[in-house]
């Protein structure tokens, strides 16, 4: 390994004139590390990367598999969440075609303001949310988005992994360890928390417009200012899913940025060299870094009206107590686990909160990691700083319970840094420790291949050892096949397009919001119906308003704050205060209801 690889801060040999020596001469590279131009640059690019692509989109469909068999009918985990992130992602698409100034003001919650950020708004698939409209068009937007969500993943650690300095076969791994790693499946119903693959996907692109790798260090005749801009406006657009997983992407470019500076500064200081990143490499970040945090600050002043306006959305500690997971969560699999989950069952009842603490990366990761701190194609000095990374990411990833309070750790980071204090699961630190496991394990394996490679002149040794590769593979696939389920998710009932809006559903409350949000995709009509992080206080108002609907006192609140009709579902009001709303009497109220196949309409 190169001696100027090894700093802290990089130098550029070429630009004092220092002739390559054994101190500074860049590396021999490998077959699958080698400088392609011209027509020969298409012919090994290409087919690779495309390959990558479709490889990725083909194992998700199988690893995710039954989620597009029935596309338009069903939808993965439960009906509760993924059904709020399919109108989520059908809100954006259609305000930004046909109100783009009204994108915050969605049509749920009535009369309330701002209330596509009362959570994660995925507002970075609102391209996709412009395909097609009603509800089985937003069914089949969220499954499709389900598979891709899990390729872009995969593709995106194998593109990381093979920048830093992994061959084919580390890549491969690296890319199915994080992308299918068991943990992800207790997330089965989080949409914004699974669609990480922009993290991945951007950290690549900056890595190769700043020509650095794991394994030879910073090359500056490989900077691509280019693919540095490229990265910046992936990582914004990663930001526009959501903070859940997005505001620890932008501490880590900050913190990356600082120690990118601090290293220019020391280079101009000593005026021994020029900086070794380069003029229009260095615009080029300004620009990008510019455009991300511009995207960070917009939301980040939406989610604070949000706030204003609603106090209690703001989310002290205490939550973040309750969901730390205990270490046993970091080495047990959820209950999806097809591999795991049975086996694991004793061990997720000693957690409080299994979806949030049940945490395994992959034991087969974990093995080849351990191994990568070893045996690796990586730099030993990046070898251990892929270490500390790990350690680091599961003590932050403990939350309250490192130490028996968090301090120092996840909980000195919630009342330091702006924003922390709102990520109350520490266990989605897993992103991160999964991701660092995954290039760790990629390094090893690498280091297999290309050992396996230098002795292929024997023809037994040319059998055995693609075979040998194909082990790690196949065991971190296995590790994600998944045991999810997909509920049948009922249709919106013909009352829902008879009804003039605002439209208030009964029974009102609880999770049958996000069924009800997810009916108002055909045509957007308003409602006051919403469920999200928190409640606005005209939620509780409301419901207990028209407890007793139909009624005098009721249909007067409702024609107050401008309800015009009211859907009641009597097969749905079994336990709550509508129980027997069928035979109500709406004698004397100026009212009228109709019965639509079992549904009542009352038109205010």
């Not at 509800?135 to 969220?142: N, P, Q």
């Not at 470019?253 to 601090?262: D, F, S, Y």
Request: glycine fraction near 12%; hydrophobic fraction near 45%.
């Amino acid at each position: 390994m190169p001696r100027s690889s090894e700093r802290i801060c990089p130098v550029n040999t070429r630009s004092t004139g220092a002739a390559p020596t054994a101190e500074n001469a860049i590396p021999d590279q490998t077959s699958d590390d080698r400088t392609p131009t011209g027509w020969d640059r298409w012919r090994w690019a290409r087919p690779e990367w495309i390959l990558a692509a479709l490889g990725s989109l083909l194992l998700s469909v199988l690893l995710t598999w039954p989620t597009m068999r029935h596309p338009a009918s069903t939808i993965p985990n439960d009906i509760g969440d993924p059904t709020l992130q399919a109108w989520q992602v059908a809100w954006s698409g259609h305000a930004l075609l046909s109100d783009p100034a009204g994108l915050w003001d969605s049509n749920t919650f009535f009369p309330e303001k701002y209330t596509y950020a009362y959570s994660d708004t995925l507002l970075g698939y609102a391209p996709v949310g412009m395909i097609g409209s009603g509800f089985e068009a937003a069914l089949i937007r969220y499954n499709v988005l389900y598979v891709l969500l899990h390729a872009l993943a995969a593709f995106g650690a194998y593109v990381l992994a093979r920048q830093l300095g992994a061959n084919r076969w580390g890549g491969a791994v690296a890319g199915i360890a994080w992308a299918f790693a068991p943990w992800r499946l207790a997330h089965a119903g989080h949409l914004n928390i699974l669609s990480s693959g922009g993290i991945a996907l951007s950290l690549a692109m900056l890595a190769r417009g700043h020509g650095w790798s794991l394994r030879h260090g910073y090359r500056p005749e490989r900077r691509r200012p280019g693919w540095a801009l490229a990265g910046w406006l992936v990582a914004a657009w990663q930001v526009t899913l959501g903070f859940g997983i997005g505001l620890p992407l932008v501490y880590f470019l900050l913190a990356a940025v600082l120690v990118a500076a601090g290293c220019y500064g020391w280079s101009w200081w000593r005026k021994r060299e020029r900086p070794p990143f380069g003029r229009r490499l260095l615009l080029t970040d300004l620009a990008g870094g510019a455009a991300f945090g511009a995207v960070t600050l917009l939301l980040g002043l939406v989610y604070l009206r949000v706030v204003d306006i609603n106090p209690q959305a703001e989310r002290g500690l205490e939550w973040t107590r309750m969901f730390s997971p205990p270490l046993i969560g970091f080495v047990t699999a959820p209950a999806d686990s097809w591999l795991w989950g049975e086996r694991h069952a004793a061990a997720r009842e000693q957690l409080s909160w299994p979806p949030e603490m049940a945490l395994l990366p992959g034991l087969t990761v974990i093995a080849l990691a351990a191994a990568g701190l070893f045996v690796s194609v990586y730099a030993g000095r990046h070898r251990v700083a892929l270490g500390i990374g790990v350690l680091g990411t599961v003590l932050l990833g403990l939350g309250s319970t490192l130490g028996g309070d968090g301090e120092p750790g996840y909980l000195t980071l919630s009342t330091l840094l702006p924003g922390w204090d709102a990520l109350r699961t520490p266990g989605r630190m897993m992103h991160w420790t999964s991701l660092l496991l995954a290039l760790l394990a990629a390094g090893a394996v690498t280091a297999l291949a290309e050992s396996a490679g230098q002795a292929s002149a024997r023809r037994l040794t040319r059998v055995v050892m693609p075979l040998v590769l194909l082990v790690p593979l196949a065991l971190v696939t296995l590790e994600g096949v998944n045991r999810t389920p997909h509920p049948t998710v009922t249709p919106p009932p013909a009352a829902m397009g008879a009804a003039q809006d605002p439209i208030l559903v009964l029974p009102a409350g609880g999770v049958g919001d996000l069924t009800y949000m997810l009916w108002t995709t055909d045509g957007f009509p308003r409602v006051t119906n919403g469920l999200a992080g928190f409640e606005p206080v005209s939620q509780a108002q409301t419901r207990a308003a028209v407890a007793s609907f139909p009624d005098q006192g009721s249909v007067a609140y409702l024609r107050g704050i401008g309800v015009r009709s009211v859907v009641a579902l009597p097969d749905r009001t079994a336990g709550t205060p509508w129980d027997g709303i069928a035979a109500r009497p709406i004698d004397g109220l100026g009212i009228t209801r109709e019965d639509l196949d079992g549904t009542l309409l009352y038109r205010l």
